[in-house]
């Protein structure tokens, strides 16, 4: 018999290379994948995603009354992404809500660009994208931060920033003649 096949198996370096690669894999599948699908039910989470993290309105030169006359923000989609959607599905409704500490900054929230009703908490369910309104009668200009939370199952909460920029107009006329776009100034809370 020649040389070869008078080894036994566990002589063999590539088999035993080859063997302890899939012992690995198989270890790895079990850490992770398993307890995601059979895993608790609280393994199954969620994220909040804005479709941009910014706007610039102008300044009121005197307030207004929120409903007329105020200044818009603009649009911002707001989508409840599931993060385990293949192996474990979030079920679960999300409530969102809106937080910030200026009363002149009014947020709403509708499922659908067509409809009238706007509401100032909202549910949602992964998957779902809403529509966001953000107005604003403050005569006093800078940087605003509104947290959007939203809180599912298990008391679970998410959170996501948006920065309303509110300018002047003079400063918003000056800074786009100098270059024809918004320059971003520092960043000053209130």
Known sequence: MNDKEQRPWYENALLLAVAGSIIVVIGQLAGTVIPLMWGPEDMSDFSINLDRTFSIVEVQPRPVPIDKNSSSAGPVNITIEDLHSILRPYKFNVNLQAFCDVSDIYVSFTKNTKNQKKELTQEAKAGETLYVGIFTNTTKPGYYPIIFQGTGSGE???????????????DYLRSKAENGSLRLPKLQMH
């Open 156 to 170: 679970k909460k998410r959170n996501a920033t948006f920065y309303l920029w509110v300018t002047s107009h003079e």
